[in-house]
């Protein structure tokens, strides 16, 4: 049977596309959202730290699976290799209604001024595609805001000197510091600089009909047993559902868009839960697959038009592919500090983000997560056994005496770091699928050794007997905070959206998703990605309300 035509399309029911869906039918517009995945909830995998893990190579509880995804990835001597997703190097995104949202660490960090002007703050990059943002801080302030109050966060920024303007305070008091926070609390007050509580998409009272959060260890890379994580399958996704203008397609695949005879987009192509290939038409097409899948739907998406793909006139989609270079450093204490106090991350410092000397960028420094014994297996110092009677009683001594301090460094985008689609492996439905090769800028290194001798001496202060720094390779980055592969921009010859999202040369195709960062920050990227979401939403309907019908 045939789909009725609707207003919108968004593809990806993640950070970005949850928050448009609901932007568009509360205007009035009819919506399809479409998910890959179906919904989830903590029952489906409970306590499983093997599977539930998201930074294990033994997959990720929420999809995709390893039966019908797979994808190429190009080594730096040229070979190739098919990888799964319960392989690290498939640099996975969640398959879920929520996607990431729903088993996210859920830090919500606004970027800095300088975020959005980092050509303007540290000048040329040599080899980098180092840009500024199209739009600014204060051009997105007001979308940061509405995902604190409607999507929840707890937090409190009086504390931190650095952190750019707000008009408004966060919704919910910030979380309370476990024992490992208060202890690194002093010695970074010794030192001078200034920690204050992280920002959380977690509810720290009751909120918006949901409870408070019980902080569980198991949180980071789980669901949320009572719902207390603030993530888009809990918040905007039913406010959308319950406008009666927007219909969920759960466990549907779309391959590419339907391009007529005129060059015109009009919808999506798409494998239903049945496998059987469908047609959904459109007004207005939205993608938010991921800064992975976006592109990859782009480029499989050709015609006379779009020999290249949708938006690749000028080779741009799926170039500047970044992640973070996460660094940092581990400490070894004669006491237990662990007090099983979840999510065990709640106090970080803004002091490197930036203008630190000979360094472009910089990012925060935070307390870790809580390790569960399985990741804990794989922080030992250099040169210790990593098996055998030795390693079994490390892991005994010094599970709830170890501390880490970690942040994501900003790192510096890079042409030939892209995404394309493979000529010759194909999914389970028989679409091209991702191929991922490049590596990071050499510029990455020295922030990441900078920021990992500053997380060492932090240690050192606070008592650490023993520490030990860890530094990112120099290899292809992309995993979970995977960015800039649609970067927005001004010019079509050096971007692919505008400052809006919209596609340049397609009146009717927006990208909301991480793929628009021209820079990626050195902070978690959730929050920044919802407030896209919130703009590309609010420019779409205020254009439709307008009588704008983007053709």
């Known amino acids: ?201 977690r509810n720290s009272v009751p909120y918006s009909g949901r409870p408070a959060c019980v902080r569980r260890r198991t949180c980071c890379g789980f669901a949320c047993p009572i719902n207390a994580k603030c993530g888009t399958h809990n918040t905007v996704i039913p406010a959308a559902l319950s406008t009666g203008n927007c219909e969920l397609r759960t466990r549907c695949v779309v391959g590419s868009l339907i391009i007529d005879a005129s060059g015109r987009i009009t919808g999506v192509e798409y494998f239903d839960r049945e496998n059987t290939k469908q047609e959904q038409t459109a007004d207005v097409i939205v993608v938010a697959a991921s800064a992975t899948e976006t592109p990859r739907l782009l480029l499989n998406s050709t015609s006379k038009h779009f020999p290249s793909g949708v938006g690749n006139r000028y080779d741009w989609v799926g170039r500047n592919l970044q992640g973070h270079a996460y660094t940092g450093a581990f400490g070894l204490f004669e006491e237990d500090i662990f007090d099983d106090v979840g999510p065990g991350a709640t106090l970080a410092i803004s002091d490197f983000s930036h203008h630190n000397p000979g360094i472009v960028g910089g990012g925060i420094l935070a307390n870790e997560f809580t390790r569960l014994p399985y990741l804990f297996s794989n922080i030992r110092p250099p040169g210790s056994p990593l098996w055998g009677e030795e390693h079994k009683e490390f892991q005994r001594k010094y599970f709830r005496r170890n501390v880490q301090v970690v942040g994501p460094i900003q790192e510096m985008p890079f042409f030939d770091s892209r995404v394309q689609v493979d000529p010759a492996v194909r999914d389970s439905w028989g679409i091209p699928v991702v191929r991922l090769s490049g590596h990071r800028h050499p510029k990455d290194a020295e922030g990441t050794e900078f920021l990992s001798r500053k997380a060492e001496a932090i240690l050192k202060e606070a008592g650490a007997f023993q520490t030990w720094r860890h530094l990112p390779g120099s290899g292809l980055s992309g995993g979970q905070h995977q960015a800039g592969t649609c970067r927005m921009g001004e010019d079509p010859q050096t971007s692919v959206t505008d400052r809006f999202g919209r596609v340049h040369d397609t009146p009717n195709v927006f990208v909301s998703d991480a793929s628009l960062h021209v820079t990626n920050g050195g902070f978690n990227p959730a929050l920044t990605i919802m407030a896209l979401g919130y703009r590309v939403g609010e420019h779409i309907a205020g254009e439709w309300q307008k009588g704008n019908r983007f053709k």
């Open 1 to 201: 049977m045939r789909n009725n035509h609707v207003n919108a399309v968004v593809v990806g029911a993640g950070a970005g596309g949850g928050v448009v869906a609901k932007e568009l039918s509360t205007a009035g517009l009819s919506v399809v959202l479409f998910e890959r995945g179906d919904w989830v909830s903590f029952e489906d995998h409970d306590n499983d730290e093997l599977l539930s893990q998201r930074t294990t190579v033994l997959g990720n509880a929420f999809g995709p699976d390893d039966d019908r995804y797979r994808r190429v990835v190009v080594g730096g001597d040229g070979s190739t290799e098919i990888v799964y997703p319960s392989d690290g190097a498939y640099s996975n995104i969640a398959a879920c209604v929520g996607s990431g949202t729903v088993s996210y660490g859920a830090m919500a960090w606004r970027f800095m001024a300088e975020d959005f002007r980092m050509k303007s703050t540290y000048g040329t990059v040599e080899g980098s595609t180092l840009e500024d943002w199209p739009v600014s801080y204060d051009d997105l302030e007001h979308c940061y805001e509405k995902a604190e109050w409607e999507i929840g966060v707890a937090g409190d920024s009086s504390l931190n000197p650095f952190a750019a303007p707000r008009k408004k305070h966060y919704p919910m008091p910030p979380f309370s510091y476990n024992r490992e926070a208060t202890m690194l609390e002093s010695a970074m007050k010794r030192m001078g600089l200034h920690p204050f509580p992280i920002p959380m998409l």
